[in-house]
């Protein structure tokens, strides 16, 4: 049967599990929520959002039974409708990677340990008297949370940035959606991300924090980052198309943009203005949100959702419309 006649009944499927995951999580936000904020406003939020998501489903399934893929479902119609070579970009991109490696897949568990033993020997000494003073309890658990966000965004986003000119070949010979191969990037340098939870879990554990029922929103963390990775990784492989000094120049931004985030210190040791400014850097939010999540064992404030939403989606938009300008020019300069 073609992969295009089973579009609709998949469209279904992906609706009722997006409901249904959306109804999963706000009941378990209500559930512990209200330990720190007003149950009321939260509620009415939450169950708002859940109507508006109903009705939106509704709106969708009713175009896409008509032939109309609108509000997104054009995008998840051509991820169906080339679902082969996405898996197949998405394995070909995850095995070069580890291609020849004695440890392979194991590196994923050691880089974001090794780099937290090399930066937590190195800063708890040189700032024990700033960590102590700024109120970081289970710093190893504190920074490693911080470089697995940092480097997963980064792995990804630099995956995705040579996604155009790394397949110019293909691109020039055969038809497919452009934005299929920065997606796929993410998706692959993804699952590295993914399997870095595991060593963030365990030492987090051996560091004396115990589970809780916050950590189901572990899943919510790692999506808003995707989105926001996603949005980045369109943006930059339409630019380095034009621009191949973008790709010297996104390796200098992103070493400051990592000290300039709070990683390896805490927000309170900087001076007020400072702080202010964190308050505009995406990864600022989602760094905390997985923070709040782990170690404080809490469900992050309304605030820190909003925030890591609009960092999201702003940087969606401004991927999408960027792309979407240029990609027609993209075979003039590869």
Not at 30 to 50: K, R, S, T
Not at 62 to 89: A, D, P, S
């Amino acid at each position: 049967m073609n992969t295009n006649a089973k579009f609709p009944g998949r469209l279904k499927k992906v609706l009722i599990w997006t409901v249904g995951i959306y109804a999963f999580y706000a009941a378990l936000i209500l559930l512990i929520g209200p330990e720190q904020f007003p149950l009321m406003p939260y509620g009415i939020v939450l169950g708002a959002g859940l109507a508006a998501l109903i009705v939106y489903a509704l709106h969708l399934w009713r175009n896409c039974q008509k032939g109309q893929y609108v509000g997104g479902t054009g995008f998840l119609f051509t991820l169906n409708h080339y679902e082969f070579l996405i898996r197949q970009l998405v394995k070909r991109d995850f095995k070069t990677k580890y291609k020849r490696s004695v440890l392979g897949i194991f590196w994923s568990f050691l880089n974001p340990l090794l780099l937290m033993a090399v930066q937590y020997v190195v800063f708890s000494y040189l700032m024990a008297s700033q960590l102590r003073g700024g109120g970081v309890p289970f710093y190893m658990v504190y920074l490693l949370a911080g470089i697995i966000m940092f480097s997963g965004f980064q792995d990804c986003a630099n995956q995705a940035m040579h996604s155009i000119t790394g397949n110019a070949s293909l691109i020039t010979k055969v038809y497919v959606p452009k934005y299929i191969y920065p997606s796929s990037k993410v998706f692959s340098a993804g699952i590295n991300t993914l399997l870095s939870m595991i060593p963030l879990l365990v030492v987090t554990l051996l560091n004396g924090v115990w589970p809780a029922l916050s950590w189901l929103l572990i899943p919510v963390a790692l999506l808003f980052l995707l989105i926001f990775t996603v949005g980045m990784g369109f943006f930059l492989s339409s630019l380095v198309v034009f621009f191949r000094d973008i790709e010297f120049l996104w390796g200098v931004f992103t070493s400051l943009w990592m000290y300039a985030t709070p990683i390896i210190y805490p927000i309170s040791i900087l001076p007020p203005w400072m702080q202010k400014l964190e308050m505009v850097n995406p990864m600022y939010h989602l760094i905390t949100f997985m923070r709040t999540i782990l170690i404080d064992r809490m469900v992050p404030a309304p605030g820190q959702f909003l925030a890591c939403i609009i960092c999201g989606v702003l940087m969606m938009l401004l991927g999408t419309v960027v792309f979407h300008k240029t990609e027609d020019k993209f075979i003039l300069y590869l």
